[in-house]
């Protein structure tokens, strides 16, 4: 199995709901990401995942509130955001926790925050 | 802050053309990566290069990197409508544990 899947597909929410978004692999992968995409504009990292810890917190705002339950499982908890947190949300996975290898990306979330 | 800057960042082609696209990058890198992403959809691996290699081929796909100008290229050659999508350039920096992707070049491929 070499995908990686996100529920759900698309989200609309609004600014004071609270929501879940979700990635698995089962490629045993021990690094897993959280990016945000604008329109027209390349993936942008979030957070890094590796061994199940969090490594990496790209200076996100605290209503974005990454999980990683186990080594299978991502989720980004999403809590009183803002219009312009509307995007794409894409997960990814990799054998190699420090970013030198392959990425699987899968295929988004799209977050519309009314 | 993006490490990859990509240009052009359009392109319009005809089916059986070939497309061109050039990523430069700033700091020194392990490895050089090229993704593609159709329409809103996830990215999907293309190819890898290594700082100690100089051009990669797959299938269509041929891959150039010279560390000294710090500059990759993507040629896809005899092109399809299917090869319509946004390529990205990814890098990775010699210390860093994260890809930072270039700005992306938009390719029609019109039939």
């Known amino acids: 199995d070499t995908e990686v899947t996100q529920t759900p597909k698309h989200l609309v929410m609004g600014m004071t709901n609270k929501k879940s978004l979700k990635c698995e692999q089962h490629?045993?992968?021990?690094?897993m990401y959280w990016y945000k995409q604008k329109a027209k504009k390349p993936p942008e990292l979030m957070f890094v995942?590796?061994?199940?810890?969090?490594?990496i917190n790209e200076s996100v705002p605290s209503r974005f509130s990454p999980e990683c339950p186990n080594s299978s499982l991502l989720n980004l908890h999403l809590h009183a955001l803002q219009p312009e947190d509307s995007a794409l949300y894409l997960c990814?996975?990799?054998?190699?926790?420090?970013?030198?290898?392959?990425?699987?990306f899968g295929p988004g979330t799209r977050l519309t925050v009314l | 802050s993006q490490q990859g800057e990509e240009d052009p960042q359009a392109l319009s082609i005809q089916e059986g053309e070939n497309a061109t696209m050039n990523c430069s990058y700033k700091?020194?890198?392990?490895?050089l990566q090229w993704y593609r992403q159709n329409s809103g959809r996830g990215l999907v691996h293309l190819i890898l290069i290594r700082s100690n290699e100089r051009e990669k081929h797959s299938g269509r796909l041929r891959v150039t990197l010279d560390t000294s100008k710090k500059s990759s290229s993507l040629l896809i050659t005899a092109s399809r409508a299917a090869d319509t999508a946004s390529y990205f350039c990814a890098t990775d920096g010699a210390a860093g544990n994260k890809l930072t992707f270039g700005g992306g070049t938009r390719v029609l491929v019109k039939p």
């Open positions: 700091t020194s890198i392990n490895n």
């Open positions: 490629m045993g992968h021990r690094a």
């Open positions: 995942y590796s061994y199940e810890k969090l490594s």
């Open positions: 990814a996975s990799s054998q190699e926790e420090r970013g030198h290898g392959e990425q699987f």
